[in-house]
């Protein structure tokens, strides 16, 4: 057997590189190789087109996303990572994939359209009442260009249950170009403690250059 499973559920070692199972056999989101064995397709996982697999491939240490696991998603661009989750999570899950740009929803419809786990939602991540239909979630994951990231990752907290997991991916530069990458990553951590604990924080260079990914938990 040449694909494996990792200490990550769901995602498995394919000759090195990371993949999951695919749960729309035949299709891609991105391009992304796909390999069979055994009757299986895997999809395999580029870490640089991914903060979410960067930050596994840095030593990710919490893994919150199991099958049946209910995620919201914000900045769900065209559907890349949102698709690996898809596969992780399985049919017994949820995927809230909130996005601002009508572009990139048209997108990750017509990518996404027989992951029947996925429901894409255009939305501004600023407005979380729009989207109240989602309810209580077990993740919440932030990746939005926006300054002012620590406050959407709070007012989005109100969907996530107590003592849930929430994951955001920090770029620097998108929040304060005068600063140094270590002195944005300190104002972003002080924004979110009132509401969340601090669990990991991982810088994604060299996959991502200027990036923090901060896993912490609701308190």
Known sequence: MTIKNTSYYGIYDA???MATLNLDPGAKIHG????????KEYRVWDPRRSKLGAAVM??????PF?????????GAAAGVTPSFISDIVGEEGRVYAVEFS??????L????????NIWPILADARLPQKYDYVGEVDVLFEDVAQPDQDR??????????K???AMIAVKSQSIDVTLKPHEVYKKVIEGLSDTFEILEKIELDPYEKHHLFIVCRKK
């Open 152 to 161: 959407i990752l709070v007012i989005n907290a109100r969907y996530l249950k």
């Open 58 to 63: 840095k030593d990710l240490q919490t893994w």
């Open 163 to 165: 003592g849930g997991i």
């Open 66 to 74: 199991e099958k049946g696991t209910r995620v919201l998603y914000l």
């Open 15 to 17: 000759w090195g590189k």
């Open 32 to 39: 992304e190789q796909l390999v069979r064995e055994d009757g």
């Open 102 to 107: 009508p572009e990139c929803i048209k997108e």
């Open 109 to 116: 419809v017509l990518r996404c359209e027989n992951r029947k």
